[in-house]
């Protein structure tokens, strides 16, 4: 195995893997941005700690080091889970080696295996979700014609009808139309293409939050955990409302009146269909529910797709259709007692700051 080879700091922030330096001391010297990001921490807030205070106290990364400490030899770990993040905390697999400097100080190299397997996974599911639509749109449009004759003709009925033909019946017949209307608008998808324009996502959120909060009982909670740093972005306020009104209705309706919802916001660089962003934004919307279904895991993002007799099943459609007019996509997690759906967008702009500080 190789030895530790003692690069430069700005080589080492170039990098796209994680690396970080601990002191003879096992305290955090370095770490670069990449690291930054996989550990969800900031080198000034990591710098002089212990990097067991950066992780989970069961997390497993901290025996290996010390393993490499006392040996003074080189490890290496093909696939090693690591937990980064608050509690509960987000599960990345990574190889992990760790090389010894002659010094007694240690670095630590992790490499993201879930990720790539992630963006391996993107084309298919991205080419299969288009198809699917342009099915479900095709439909939609064939459905549309003869429906709005329909709808017509139950019109004129209506202001002609008299007392021959029961009211109630016209009724049902336009009730009934006007809604297949509606289904059939919603499984064609965004009526327009994103506006584009600066955009506060913190505000987007919030107006989110204020909206399905009006209702929800005391025993449901909402937490922020917002990153005050990030850059405003270029997006279409009105469809990124649209997404997370789906995204955390989706959570509420789990939660079933109990449980706590976590909107959460960070920077990090991405793959973004098989393209790495220097800048990229993800939100987080979690939720300590019971999980996605089983049986919907592979269907998840599919039109009418729904586990509630009330629903239609176009919520996720629609939601994964407008970050991908974004440039972005949606990935999830999902098991009992925590589901993450996570929005990944492109960030162009690399200056500015906006945000909310607020904690609750």
């Known amino acids: 195995m190789r030895p530790a080879v003692n690069l430069p700091l700005d080589i080492l922030d170039s990098l796209v893997t994680a690396v970080v330096r601990l002191d003879?001391?096992?305290?955090?010297?370095?770490?670069?941005?990449?690291?930054?990001?996989?550990?969800?921490?900031?080198?000034?807030?990591?710098q002089n700690r212990a990097l067991r205070e950066l992780l989970p106290v069961d997390e497993q990364l901290g025996a290996y080091v010390e393993r490499a400490h006392q040996n003074g030899e080189p490890l290496a770990v093909a696939e090693l889970a690591l937990v980064t993040g608050p509690p509960p905390g987000r599960h990345r697999l990574v190889t992990c080696e760790i090389l010894p400097f002659e010094s007694g100080a240690l670095q630590i190299e992790l490499r993201v295996l879930d990720q790539r397997f992630a963006v391996a996974d993107e084309g298919d599911l991205a080419v299969?979700?288009?198809a699917q639509r342009l099915l479900f749109q095709a439909l939609a449009h064939e459905i549309k014609n003869p429906l709005s004759g329909l709808r017509g003709a139950a019109q004129l009925l209506a202001a002609e009808a008299g007392e021959h033909v029961p009211r109630e019946y016209l009724d049902v017949m336009?009730?009934?139309?006007?809604?297949l209307r509606d289904l059939v608008d919603a499984l064609l998808g965004p009526a327009r293409a994103p506006r584009f324009g600066p955009l506060n996502i913190h505000a987007v959120l919030e107006h989110v939050r204020t909206l399905l909060g009006v209702e929800l009982p005391p025993t449901l909670a909402w937490q922020r955990d917002y990153d005050p740093s990030l850059p405003e972005l270029q997006a279409d306020?009105?469809?990124?409302?649209?997404?997370?009104?789906?995204?955390?209705?989706?959570?509420?309706?789990?939660?079933?009146?109990?449980?706590?919802?976590?909107?959460?916001?960070?920077?990090?660089?991405?793959?973004?269909?098989?393209?790495?962003?220097?800048?990229?934004?993800?939100?987080?919307?979690?939720?300590n529910g019971p999980g996605v279904p089983d049986e919907m895991r592979a269907s998840l993002f599919l039109p009418l797709v729904t586990s509630r007799a009330e629903g239609t099943g176009l919520g996720l459609s629609i939601a994964q259709d407008i970050v991908q007019r974004h440039g972005g996509i949606i990935e999830w997690q999902s098991e009992r007692g925590r589901t993450v759906f996570?929005?990944?967008?492109?960030?162009?702009?690399?200056?500015?700051?906006?945000?909310?500080?607020?904690?609750?």
């Open 24 to 46: 003879g001391d096992a305290r955090v010297s370095y770490l670069n941005p990449a690291a930054a990001d996989l550990l969800e921490t900031s080198p000034r807030h990591a």
């Open 128 to 130: 299969s979700h288009r």
């Open 174 to 179: 336009l009730r009934e139309t006007g809604r």
């Open 237 to 287: 306020a009105d469809q990124l409302t649209q997404v997370f009104l789906n995204l955390a209705g989706n959570a509420v309706e789990a939660m079933q009146g109990n449980g706590r919802i976590c909107l959460r916001t960070r920077v990090e660089r991405h793959f973004i269909r098989g393209q790495r962003h220097r800048m990229a934004l993800r939100v987080d919307v979690e939720d």
């Open 342 to 360: 996570s929005v990944i967008l492109p960030l162009n702009i690399e200056t500015g700051e906006t945000g909310i500080r607020e904690h609750e």
